[in-house]
Every structure is written in C-alpha cells, then in structure tokens.
C-alpha cells in the first residue's frame, strides 16, 4: 500500500523561507507524477508545484520566483522550497500522487 508522508511546514514568519518534503513509501516502481498542492481557508485546493519523471517541474504561475520545486527522478521524493513567505501563503498543504493519491496534508502558518 502506497502512503504519502509529509514533513516540514509550521509558523513560519512573513518574509521567511520553509521547505516542505513529500516521499512515498510502499510502491516497488517510481511514481509519475508528484505534486504539492494546497488550501487555503475560503478557497479551492490548487495546485502549487508537480513534477513528472524525467521533465522540468513546474510551479503555479501565480508563485514562480517565490515557490521552487525539486525531485530526485530515481526517488519517490518531492520537495517544495517556499521563499518570501506571505500571509496569504498560510493553508494546508497536500501532497498528492499521480493524481490519486493524497497525503494528510500539514499545515503551513506565516504571520504577519
């Protein structure tokens, strides 16, 4: 049974920098697709960052420059690197898989 864990994330202040790591545990083959998504309060999840095995990941327009995103193409691991944190930043984080699979998500706080 594939299971997503997730770590990082907290209060971080306005103007900081946090990095969220994302693995998969359990699958015998590297996944396709990793992604970061995230929802904030008042709004629907979007997607923040993905990365596809062996192609250039990519970050939500609305957050390149700030958001940057890694992956190891031989590793089940994703990690999202979040820079000038913003208020606004504040929300649930999810990981998600191939687009089926969720992580329980951890909570990202920056104050103001």
């Known amino acids: 049974q594939v299971q997503l864990v997730e770590s990082g994330g907290g209060l971080v202040q306005s103007g900081g920098s946090a990095r969220l790591s994302c693995t998969a545990r359990?699958?015998?083959?590297?996944?396709?697709?990793l992604a970061w998504y995230r929802q904030v309060p008042g709004k629907d999840r979007e997607l923040v960052a993905e990365?596809?095995?062996?192609?250039?990941?990519n970050v939500a327009n609305n957050l390149k420059g700030r958001f940057f995103v890694s992956r190891d193409s031989n590793k089940n691991t994703i990690e999202l690197e979040m820079n000038d944190r913003k208020p606004e930043d504040s929300g649930v984080y999810y990981c998600?898989?191939?687009?089926?699979?969720w992580g329980q998500g951890i909570q990202v706080t920056v104050s103001a």
């Open positions: 990365a596809k095995r062996k192609q250039a990941p």
């Open positions: 998600n898989s191939d687009y089926t699979l």
């Open positions: 359990g699958p015998a083959f590297i996944l396709h697709r």
